[in-house]
């Protein structure tokens, strides 16, 4: 069951990130074209995307690497310095999804990935990311885990939902080409890292029904953007956005690194 306290918290941290988001982001002139249309995109719709940030041989090289060292793994298992490579069973969630039947069944999560496959240190310390970050926001994020996402036939997955109500951003790199709804890309409503009266109304109404409080439903179908795009393009999202990894067909594989940003 959801308890006041956190629901309190959550309406605090949302109200307070509200509140940051009402200013405009200071870009100066001189930053590159890139960097700022980025900054200025993820500032004003919560999510952008930036092709070609990794090259496709790199992708592949990586993907290798990665499969390689979880290759005849068929549960959760420490590989190597704490790195943990997790296997989810598909089971209920403590507290209810909206869509809680067999959420993630088939995904496999490699945490800390970054100490068992060296080659992500630099992905993970990479300084456009974070200058996008800090002029976006205009504060200082600093990465604090990178993961690695494999979804194999993951046919359902968790509703729209945001993390917390705290200052959170995650930037994704595909190492896999993302072509089509059926590979289950990431999802995203377009300004829902803002202040509107549905976040609101959907954190009180999951706290009387039970759903997890950070479920959300109700968004504009016109503002959902399907991050479609080959392997190599970095995706950098507001977690206080409305977010999810759309569900696979049958068949169908994905892989992808997840860094989380959280300020220094």
Known sequence: MNTISEYVN????SVRQDRSKSIAPNIPESTPERIRRAAMELAQAGITTIPDFLPQEECDNLRAKIENRITNL??????ADDVTVSFRGGSKPARRYRNAVNVDLGMIDMFDADRAV??????KEDTMIRDILTLATGRE????????YINRSVTSTRGYH???GALQFKAFVYLTDVNDLEDGPYSFIKRSHRFSTRKYLNI??????GYHLTEMSNGNPADVVHALAPRGTLIISDQNGWHRGLP???GRSRMLIS???LPR
């Open 162 to 164: 945001m993390d917390s």
């Open 248 to 250: 696979q067909t049958d």
């Open 118 to 123: 060296s080659e992500l240190t630099a992905i």
């Open 204 to 209: 009180t109404q999951n706290l009387m029904s």
């Open 74 to 79: 068929t549960e959760t298992t420490t590989i």
């Open 10 to 13: 959550l309406i605090a941290g």
């Open 141 to 148: 994020l600093i990465p604090s885990r990178l993961n690695i």
């Open 259 to 261: 860094i989380s940003f």
